[in-house]
């Protein structure tokens, strides 16, 4: 009987290079957590990629071999959903503030200071790791399902299996209609202290309440789908990049005049949204389209929250309009330019860059006459391819 509840336990993967600190971590919560100790980051790696029992990851920033910000960008950029959403939790020792930041940009969910006390320890590796099997539940559920069913019965959204196949079904589409395809990441901002504050259970709560929403609000040929507690996934074909955007930024806004209640305390939330077209950002896959919308997402998070990221950085109302505005052809600006009307075309340089590139890089590759590939792609990266009013809503979660 020990043996079996001992396997029960919930198992987190400690890794420092101090042995008596990770004696102490483990003293602290033996019999209520089953401990895996590593030394250093790569080591903590490895054994992520074969130990899925592991529920979370607590690290030091200072080892060997692979520092805790290498372990932190190694485990968010994952293909593996098991490991890419493992919540991580960083031993706080003496550093600076500069260096809490670049561990929250890299996807920490929070710290716990060396030496603290046992009360805080436990609280955070408590609610932290019943995320994380709310989230393992979740996925196990869906993948055992996404074959059988287009739909997901812990959320009535579709399955991801589903939405992966919609999505290439509709970017094969795209492609001999000439037509784009856009995907939409939803990522909760502030996750780490929803959770320190009101628990897993009304995170949990939040995201029902933002599915509802984002469903409300999709077309019958969009397709959506829950990916964790905190993420969701919208494929929208027919839909060009200055739509998808336009759609995000309605979504954020209505966030922010939005206030929940739960047991009387007035809770707001915020969302980051990635956009990715597979047309301006000339992506031809599923998992790069999908990737690179979840990429923005965090980006998005990791810059303070609240925003929408497309593929020239943050996206604005005003940048929108902008956009909005009728493209040039690269016939069109010629023909401006012969007319010495160079105002026309000054303010759509980017975008003729980015359609003149793979023009311009077959004439480098085939004739060697010295252009600065490397250079305008740098410059088309940072510069090219880039509501409603609505009354303060209260509702109840």
Request: with cysteine; hydrophobic share 40%; proline share 3%.
């Amino acid at each position: 009987m020990r043996m079996n509840d001992e396997a029960k336990l919930p198992k987190i993967l400690v890794a420092d290079d101090s042995r008596m600190v990770r004696a102490s971590i483990a003293k602290h919560i033996r019999g209520q957590f089953d401990v895996r100790e590593e030394s250093d980051g790569q080591a903590a790696w490895e054994a992520l990629l074969v130990d899925p029992a592991i529920n979370l990851v607590l690290t030091d920033i200072g080892m060997p071999r692979l520092d805790g910000y290498g372990l932190l960008e190694r485990i968010r950029g994952s293909r593996v959903g098991r490991v890419r959403t493992l919540p991580v939790v960083i031993l706080s020792g003496d550093e600076d503030e500069k260096a809490r930041e670049r561990a929250l940009s890299l996807g920490a969910n929070g710290f716990i200071t060396k030496g603290g006390g046992s009360v805080e320890l436990l609280a955070t590796l408590n609610s932290m790791v019943r995320l994380a099997q709310t989230q393992n539940e979740l996925e196990e559920s869906r993948a055992a399902l996404s074959r059988q069913s287009p739909v997901d019965p812990a959320t009535g959204l579709a399955t991801e299996g589903y939405l992966q196949h919609r999505a290439q079904q509709e970017i094969s589409r795209a492609r001999r209609t000439q037509t784009d395809i856009v995907a939409l990441v939803v990522e909760l901002d502030e996750l780490a202290p929803l959770l320190a504050r009101y628990g897993d259970h009304v995170v949990q709560l939040i995201g029902r309440k933002l599915s509802k929403m984002l469903g409300s609000r999709t077309r019958a040929e969009d397709t959506l789908t829950q990916r964790s507690a905190s993420q969701f996934a919208l494929l929208a074909p027919g839909t060009d990049l200055v739509a998808g955007c336009a759609f995000a930024l309605r979504i954020k806004q209505r966030l922010e005049n939005l206030v929940m209640t739960y047991r009387e305390e007035r809770i707001r939330v915020s969302v980051s949204i990635g956009v990715a077209s597979a047309a301006a950002d000339r992506l031809a896959s599923v998992g790069d389209l999908l990737e690179t919308a979840t990429r923005r997402a965090q980006a998005g998070v990791a810059a303070g929250g609240n925003k929408v990221i497309a593929d020239r950085g943050e996206v604005t109302q005003g940048m929108l309009e902008r956009r909005a505005s009728p493209l040039l052809s690269v016939d069109a600006a010629l023909r401006h330019l012969r007319l010495g009307q160079q105002e026309e075309v000054t303010t759509q340089l980017p975008e003729l860059l980015s359609s003149l590139m793979p023009l311009l890089e077959l004439l480098e590759s085939r004739l060697h006459c010295g252009l600065p590939i490397a250079q305008l792609k740098q410059i088309e990266n940072r510069t090219g391819g880039h509501g409603d009013d609505l009354d303060v809503t209260q509702t109840h979660i």
